[in-house]
């Protein structure tokens, strides 16, 4: 089975610019994370959804991100305007609701550069 | 409030000796435990987790980590490191009845040949 799929791998914008970065989660998975890594902030939680429905977005830093799941396989997470400091590693994660604790399955990751 | 530490940003042991990475938690209720690892430029892989049950728990790549109730630890360990292992290890655990997870601030194991 595929894993959880993002893109752009990479990207390398400039500030003021729209940034869309995409996510499929596992086939099958119910649940989606958005994550976001730092040197100076470790990794921490954005937003997820359940059942394409946002469920917690307390992690999202500010009103220029936003996050979409249109449907069960695609999430969007945008930021617009970008600023430098949004440069960091996005992931996104997956995991079903097949049991009573559920593993998230995390995504390659999309190293953002804002210059 | 729930929390997760890692005391220990690095750890370094020789190939072959046994290894352990340090978690501890505090959470209210019954302790959902995580560990994964990250490789350079990777995506985080789920090694092991703990629910309920045996205190010890077995993963991938020959891991497990003990759940210690008394102490509020789940420490990561491995009888024989490989220079394989190398990379950086995050704890995590879960809050409350929700699907989310708080992670630990990592720590990077590196195993001499």
């Known amino acids: 089975d595929a894993g959880v799929i993002q893109s752009p791998r990479h990207e390398v914008t400039e500030m003021g610019q729209e940034v869309t970065l995409r996510c499929k989660p596992i086939?099958?998975?119910?649940?989606l994370f958005w994550y976001r890594q730092t040197m100076m902030r470790g990794l921490e939680l954005l937003i997820y959804?359940?059942?394409?429905?946002?469920?917690?977005d307390s992690g999202m830093p500010e009103d220029r991100f936003s996050a979409k799941m249109p449907n069960a396989s695609f999430s969007t997470l945008k930021i617009q305007p970008s600023e430098p400091r949004d440069s960091a590693v996005y992931f996104c994660a997956s995991s079903s609701a097949g049991g009573p604790v559920d593993t998230q399955y995390f995504g390659p990751g999309t190293r953002l550069t804002v210059l | 409030a729930q929390s997760v530490a890692q005391p220990e940003d690095q750890v370094n042991v020789a190939e072959g000796n046994p290894l352990t990475v340090k978690c501890t938690y505090s959470v209210s209720g019954n302790p959902y435990l995580f560990w994964y690892v990250q490789y350079p430029n990777r995506g985080l892989q789920f090694l092991l987790k703990y629910i309920t049950g045996d205190n010890l728990v077995k993963g991938s790549y020959g891991f497990e980590a003990e759940f210690n109730k008394s102490q509020t630890s789940f420490h990561l360990k491995k009888p024989s490191a490989l220079v394989s292992d190398s990379a950086l290890y995050f704890c995590?655990?879960?809050?409350?009845?929700?699907?989310?997870?708080?992670f630990g601030t990592g720590t990077r194991l590196q195993v001499f040949p």
């Open positions: 995590a655990v879960r809050i409350g009845d929700t699907d989310k997870l708080i």
């Open positions: 959804f359940n059942n394409n429905v946002p469920i917690d």
């Open positions: 086939s099958g998975h119910n649940s």
